[in-house]
């Protein structure tokens, strides 16, 4: 475990808040509370979802920047202003708010920002991973312009597909879809062929490349589908083992809820980016991490008031509290 400097916490060695991620929504919650004059930690792993992408998009003032170029500013950003960044991966998180970092060290906290986003589970045809981030590409809106009116395929290996699919059609007029082992009904052909996409039957063998770029989906039958970019809908799986260890209620479709702020139903825990918005882009996952710091900054001045109060002898006083509002849904597909 490394940390970037020696800044001093406070004098029970407790950060106000320890961010457990370090992508574009915990770097941007530790920034808004470094500038409010919090202490603030950030453990990192490593690892980021988006890492094979050579670029980002749709990120104002920042678009066309690699991801990793982007974590690298971000975290020359938060050390500047005194927050201590960590490489390594945090085992638990102890009632209490005491974050166990793999090799035995232990952060304590008076909150917690959980920021530990998701994983892609790809389907297992050969090319699939070794062309992941390149020209086999999931969000549209990340990566479509940049194929646009280019020959475009679509992998139906989720229920989502045949929605990429028609929402691809926006970016190029040659989009084929490949049902491969999804069941298309009826009213899905019907739907599809209204937009002008066209259906290839058949299962997906494998993606066919040459000299190091995509050439086209190859089909157990034999037959080649020149291609210059494929689409698939990933199942995507929250890394949210250390929320739902510390009882966040989670919605009816698996995933941790949490109120506009990013506050979940245990006091002190705050979740943001695809740990539990599955839809959040970088810049959305940003602006996530910057609403949660504003919340958890009003809560701790709450607190930081009442303790005042009774440092001052006044704790015959009925306690006040910030009223924290309810949970609420995240989005996820």
């Not at 994983?119 to 990340?142: K, N, T």
């Not at 930081?304 to 001052?312: I, N, P, Q, S, W």
Request: hydrophobic residues 45%; aromatic residues 6%; contains cysteine.
């Amino acid at each position: 475990m490394k940390n970037n400097s020696g800044c001093a916490v406070s004098d029970d060695g407790v950060y106000d808040v320890v961010v457990v991620g370090g992508g574009a929504a915990g770097l941007s919650a530790a920034l808004v509370l470094a500038r409010a004059r919090r202490r603030v930690a950030v453990v990192d792993a490593g690892g980021p979802r988006n890492a094979p992408a050579a670029h980002m998009h749709g990120f104002l003032s920042r678009d066309g920047m690699s991801p990793a170029d982007l974590l690298a500013v971000g975290r020359a950003e938060v050390a500047g202003y005194g927050v201590d960044l960590f490489e390594g991966r945090v085992d638990q998180i102890d009632p209490g708010f005491l974050v166990r970092l793999e090799g035995g060290a232990v952060l304590g906290a008076r909150r917690v920002v959980v920021a530990t986003g998701l994983r892609d589970e790809l389907p297992a045809i050969p090319g699939v991973r070794e062309r992941w981030g390149r020209d086999l590409l999931f969000c549209p809106y990340c990566h479509a312009y940049e194929v646009r009116d280019q020959p475009i395929g679509v992998l139906g290996t989720h229920p989502g597909a045949v929605r990429h699919a028609l929402l691809l059609r926006q970016w190029s007029h040659d989009v084929v879809f490949f049902p491969h082992t999804l069941d298309l009904g009826a009213e899905e052909r019907e739907l599809l062929a209204a937009r002008g996409v066209v259906v290839v039957g058949g299962t997906v063998k494998r993606l066919v490349t040459e000299g190091d770029r995509l050439r086209g989906v190859e089909l157990v039958e034999g037959h080649v589908v020149p291609r210059s970019a494929v689409f698939v809908f990933p199942r995507v799986v929250p890394h949210d083992a250390l929320l739902t260890a510390l009882g966040c209620e989670r919605d009816d479709s698996g995933w941790v809820t949490t109120d506009d702020a990013g506050r979940t139903s245990v006091f002190g825990v705050w979740a943001v980016g695809n740990v539990s918005d599955a839809k959040a882009l970088v810049i959305t996952a940003a602006g996530q991490g910057a609403a949660a710091a504003f919340a958890l900054n009003h809560d701790l001045v709450a607190e930081d008031v009442e303790r005042a109060m009774k440092d001052a002898g006044s704790s015959s006083r009925e306690p006040r509290h910030v009223p924290r509002p309810a949970p609420r849904g995240a989005a996820s597909d």
